[in-house]
């Protein structure tokens, strides 16, 4: 009887890990895009986070090398193809230009989409993972400790490699993107 009882543990261990996502398939997450994450992110109760990011210039990121101005610098860094083309500029511009990581719900076009940040959804994304924070980031929800280590994640982008860089005061900076959801 105790070997019928540790197949069914084993049967259901394995189950749970499928619809939960490891550690290890960190690694093959996919980005769903800001369409999936929408539904669940723009209440009150979560902190209006979609509204935040649709003010952001982040929104807004994949628009501008669309402009003149953007395709202007690209050419004065000798760069052979437009911005919007440019890996050397979409790798900040956009969440991620892999077209093997992205469903079908994920348009680049969009910018720097919740993924940038968060880290690729598809294994993460659904309520139950979603309304426990340790099986969130088990799944592959980007942690941050502190905000220090946001701080590092935004350089990775707002630095000096930048040909249109402007000085990044992170404290100055953060608040205006900034989007946690209410405590209570």
């Known amino acids: 009887m105790s070997r019928k009882i540790g197949c069914i543990v084993f049967i259901v261990s394995v189950f749970v890990l499928a619809m939960t996502g490891t550690a290890q ?8 895009g800001v369409s ?13 986070q979609m ?4 003010k952001s210039k982040h929104a807004a990121a994949y628009t501008v090398l669309t402009t003149p101005k953007a395709d202007e610098i690209a050419k004065a860094k000798g760069l052979k193809k437009p911005a919007a083309e440019s890996p050397e500029c979409l790798t900040c511009h956009v969440t991620t230009t892999d077209a093997t990581l992205m469903e079908k719900t994920f348009d680049m076009k969009m910018g720097n989409q919740c993924e940038t940040c968060h880290g690729a959804g598809s294994a993460y994304k659904s309520m139950p993972v979603m309304k426990d924070k340790a099986k969130a980031y088990a799944a592959g929800l980007t942690e941050y400790k502190d905000d220090a280590a946001i701080e590092a994640k935004c350089k990775t982008c ?22 946690a959801a209410p405590k209570g």
Request: aromatic share 12%; glycine share 4%; hydrophobic share 25%.
């Open 158 to 179: 707002h630095n000096e490699k930048s040909p249109s860089y402007k000085p990044f005061v992170f404290k100055d900076m953060w608040p205006k993107i900034k989007h």
């Open 51 to 54: 509204e935040v990011w649709q």
């Open 36 to 48: 999936t994450c929408a539904p669940c992110h723009k209440s009150a109760s979560k902190g209006n």
């Open 25 to 32: 398939d960190k690694g093959k997450n996919k980005y769903v």
